[in-house]
């Protein structure tokens, strides 16, 4: 039952670290300069939202950076 709740666990804070790790590596490349971000594994949830929010956003900062 130990080793069963532990795999739980473990799985369970993949799902959520993974995303949150994937949203934080976005920020440091639009930080460079970078701003083709595309999040590939889009998920049905509050990441997925945050996600879409990141992309949305580098894509207005690529456009604003056009303008200059």
Do not use: H, W
């Amino acid at each position: 039952a130990i080793c069963l709740c532990t795999l739980v666990c473990l799985a369970l804070s993949s799902s959520i670290t993974r995303p949150l790790l994937q949203i934080q590596d976005a920020c440091e490349k639009i930080k460079n300069g970078d701003y083709q971000i595309k999040f590939i594994n889009k998920r049905k949830d509050e990441f997925a939202d945050l996600q879409q929010a990141v992309e949305n956003m580098a894509q207005g900062l690529k456009e604003r950076e056009a303008i200059k």
